[in-house]
């Protein structure tokens, strides 16, 4: 039983990783407004889950926002790519903000509208400007595309949220300290490096990391949260937000 789980393990990931990056589609989803009808300033957070054999493991997130006199929207991610390509792994670029992510569908986590979205977005490129680890990535246990986000989302404080369990890296802290805020802001995160920690918060419930891998449980929205899944329950919402 064993030899024959592990065969087709393998053959899963195999399978997967045959997959083009040149021919996958990077279409949008169709979720977000189109730039010429969005008429006030936005903000949202995206995920998808990560391409070809890294997708049955975790997830690619990113952020994207438009000002309301901006006539395309702005889109900021990680990838070990743009290292090679720039230097840096930030991307920070006009782009569609609901691109599929080489095949995958994006999920919108989060969306601010108006003045606070305003708000959140100059506080954003401030987060970007200091982001401390432009020059390294790794896919585990960070810092990669998920500490980055999870970083601008602790460093914000309206923005009450927190990415998916299966977000592996989220957990990397910037910070030098074991002891921090959680990354809503609303409770506490102890973490070694993303390989050993617990968070516990009004938006993030219990959550246990174990060699950059996330179990944990949501009480206040019902829903186990599990390595490589995600998300088992009632659909995240922010507790403490107001809109």
Not at 30 to 37: S, V
Not at 143 to 171: C, Y
Request: charged content about 25%; some cysteine; hydrophobic content about 40%.
């Amino acid at each position: 039983m064993k030899i024959l789980t592990l065969i087709f393990l393998m053959t899963l990931l195999s399978s997967c990783s045959s997959k083009d990056w040149r021919t996958a589609s990077r279409a949008s989803a169709g979720i977000a407004t189109k730039a010429k009808d969005q008429k006030e300033d936005i903000f949202q957070v995206y995920y998808a889950r990560a391409f070809s054999w890294r997708g049955y493991l975790g997830t690619h997130p990113w952020v994207a926002w438009k000002l309301k006199g901006e006539d395309s929207y702005t889109v900021a991610q990680v990838t070990s790519w743009n290292i090679r390509r720039t230097g840096s792994a930030i991307s920070v670029k006009k782009d569609l903000p609901d691109r599929k992510w080489f095949d995958n569908d994006p999920t919108l986590l989060y969306e601010l509208k108006g003045e606070k979205a305003r708000i959140v977005i100059e506080k954003t490129k401030k987060v970007i400007e200091e982001y401390p680890h432009k020059k390294i990535y790794r896919l585990w246990p960070g810092p990669n595309s998920n500490t980055f986000v999870s970083h601008i989302i602790r460093s914000i404080e309206e923005l009450p949220l927190e990415l998916p369990a299966n977000g592996v890296g989220k957990d990397y802290l910037i910070a030098d300290s074991l002891l921090v805020d959680s990354p809503s802001n609303k409770g506490y995160q102890v973490s070694a490096y993303g390989l050993l920690g617990m968070t516990v918060g009004v938006e993030e419930g219990l959550e246990v990391n174990l060699l950059g891998l996330s179990f944990g449980i949501d009480l206040w929205r019902p829903a186990l949260k599990l390595p490589f899944v995600g998300r088992l329950g009632f659909k995240d919402k922010s507790v403490t937000d107001g809109q």
